[in-house]
Structures are given as structure tokens and as C-alpha cells.
């Protein structure tokens, strides 16, 4: 519990997001309790932070900046993801980080099952047919009967798998803790990983990016895989080694893969990744913000600080989610 009351004076609050910051301005107003300081470069940040009580800030936050925070008590990050503020901003422990948690398994879950549709109903073939007026019946692939396993059973991970149970998928997980959930037929842990990538046509991953997980599915876990599997990435990209995720999809030993999230973004464009024909690449868009519910989170948030009260997302330091 954070005792905000303790500072009388107007709370000044540094925004600093991926997106454009102008939907915000009309959501996030400041009044005599709170002054929203919106920045758009990193050198706004500089010279911000020391004054700031409060960021709300994306994932391209400059997190080595928010060491120079004295004011700082409060981080609240638009995403899902905070390993940037764990990794980079050497937080002191008064410092309290939340994620957000507005609904974002839902956005994660259709960009999965359209990705993965396209795949198996051949969308791509199909309309180059078209564009050539080729009548060509295809032989198409379904989703009914397969296996998703899905590493990170967590809310994102739930929402996945329950839209996969919907297509009368069969569904595993794979996770840190074993417990029993109603969206998995099983859960491995981190001693079955091998076990867990065996069985997978589909391999989802959703897992939060820390030091057990960084580099998790390398060429050891590539090569467990079925050879027509399909790896989808929505987490971090640092979780797959890249160089041997390259290596498998050259040699065809897995089918292939749906990457939303990259070790560096944006992909450089002389990355070998948008070469190959069995890659899907897109701009880390699986689940962006609708200024909308960040801002409502938010605010619900900044009333709680205010008031006194527990906040909402607070993340576990030492698990790094």
C-alpha cells in the first residue's frame, strides 16, 4: 500500500508512450491535485524526470533514465511486459511498478487464430489464385484434433487456450507452477520442457521475459519439435534464441513460424527472418493499446495511490511479472 497522502503538493506525472500521445491528452487532464507532463523524446525525459512522482510509460520507455527519479514513487507501464524496467532502470525497492491489465489476452487471441488460419486455409495462395484467375482447389490443413501447447498460463496464455478449446483444439501449458486450470488439458513445468515441445503441432508463446525464460526455446527445444510445427511468438523475442530459430526454419525443421516480437525492434531490414518463405513477420502489434481502457486502468490506479488503497497489476520483482 503506498501512503500518497503523505505529499500535499501537485503530483506531477511523466507520460511517455509508443503511441501517439494525443488520445491521451484528452483522457488524462490535469487538475489541482495533478499535472500531466507529456514528453515526445527522450530528452523530455531528462529533463522531466527529476520532478516526476508518477510515469506512465510504454515499453520504449529510456528505463536507464528513471534512475535519476528522486520524486519517483510510481511506475505504471501501458503493456504486459516490464522486463525493460526490471532490466534497465535499477529501481529502488520504494518504487512501486505496475503492468496493466486491461483485457489484452482477447487482442493476443484473435491475431493468433487469424494468423494461424491464414496458414491452414491458405488465404495467401487463395488470392494469388485469384489475382491470376486461377480456378485451383486447394487441400487445405484444419485446427480441429491438433495440439497448441502454450508456454505461459497466465491471462493471456487463458484466453488463448480457451478460444482453442473452442475449435476442439487439444491444449497444454507449460508453466513455472503446475496448478490445475480449466483452459488446460495438462500443465508441464520447467523440468518437461522437453516433453511439452514434443507433443505440439502449434506452439504458442506467452511467457513473460526474465532469466529463466530468456533464451528458453534454443536449438536443444527447436529440435524436440515436430517437423510441420508451428512456433507463434507474441511474448518477447529474447525468449527464442533467434539464431537457431533461423537455423531450424532454413533447414525446414519445423514448419514454420508467426513472429510478432523480435530479439531487436524494429527487425532490421537486412534481418534474414523477412527472407524466409515459411516466416509470418509483424510490427509487435498483437496486442496494442487502446488509449481507452490504458487510460481507464490508469486513472482507477492513480485513485488508489491517492487514496491509499493497493493498486491493481503490481508487479513481483523477484519473478519479473
Known amino acids: 500500500m503506498i501512503n500518497a497522502k503523505l505529499n500535499p503538493d501537485t503530483r506531477e506525472i511523466l507520460v511517455f508512450l509508443r503511441e501517439s500521445d494525443a488520445p491521451y ?3 488524462l487532464l490535469d487538475n489541482p491535485r495533478r ?4 514528453c515526445s523524446s527522450v530528452d523530455d525525459v531528462e529533463r522531466a524526470i527529476g520532478s516526476a512522482e508518477i510515469v506512465l510509460g510504454s515499453i520504449t520507455f529510456p528505463a536507464e533514465i528513471l534512475r535519476r527519479g528522486e520524486r519517483l514513487r510510481w511506475i505504471q507501464v501501458t503493456g504486459a511486459g516490464v522486463d525493460r524496467f526490471l532490466a534497465g532502470a535499477d529501481l529502488p525497492d520504494d518504487v512501486v511498478l505496475t503492468r496493466a491489465d486491461v483485457g489484452f489476452g482477447d487482442q493476443i487471441a484473435e491475431y493468433v487464430f487469424g494468423h494461424l488460419l491464414a496458414r491452414t486455409q491458405r488465404v495467401i495462395e487463395l488470392q494469388e489464385d485469384q489475382v491470376g484467375h486461377m480456378w485451383m482447389p486447394r487441400t487445405l490443413r484444419w485446427l480441429k484434433g491438433k ?3 502454450i508456454a505461459g498460463t497466465g491471462s493471456i496464455g487463458r484466453a488463448v487456450a480457451h478460444r482453442a478449446r473452442g475449435m476442439r483444439m487439444r491444449v497444454t501449458g ?3 507452477t503446475t496448478s490445475k486450470l480449466p483452459e488446460f488439458e495438462h500443465i508441464y513445468g520447467p523440468q518437461e520442457l522437453r516433453d511439452f515441445l514434443r507433443e505440439a503441432d502449434v506452439l504458442i508463446i ?6 529463466e525464460t530468456r533464451g528458453l526455446i534454443g536449438t536443444e527445444a527447436l529440435a524436440t519439435m515436430k517437423p510441420d510445427a508451428v512456433l507463434v511468438n507474441v511474448a518477447r523475442g529474447a525468449i527464442v534464441d533467434e539464431q ?3 537455423a531450424s526454419l532454413q533447414k525446414e525443421a519445423i514448419g514454420g ?10 527487425l532490421p531490414p537486412d ?3 523477412w527472407e524466409l518463405p515459411n516466416v509470418t513477420i509483424t510490427p509487435h502489434h498483437a496486442g496494442l493499446n487502446i488509449p481507452e481502457q490504458i487510460s481507464s486502468f490508469f486513472l482507477e490506479n492513480l485513485r488508489r495511490y491517492e487514496d491509499g488503497e493497493p493498486l491493481q497489476g503490481v508487479v513481483d520483482r523477484q519473478r519479473g511479472y
Open 257 to 266: 513460424a508467426i513472429l510478432d516480437v523480435f530479439e531487436t525492434e524494429p
Open 147 to 149: 495440439t497448441m501447447a
Open 25 to 27: 491528452r484528452t483522457l
Open 174 to 176: 507449460y508453466a513455472r
Open 271 to 273: 534481418h534474414i527472418l
Open 35 to 38: 499535472h500531466y507532463r507529456f
Open 206 to 211: 506467452t511467457l513473460p521475459l526474465t532469466t
Open 244 to 246: 537457431a530459430l533461423v
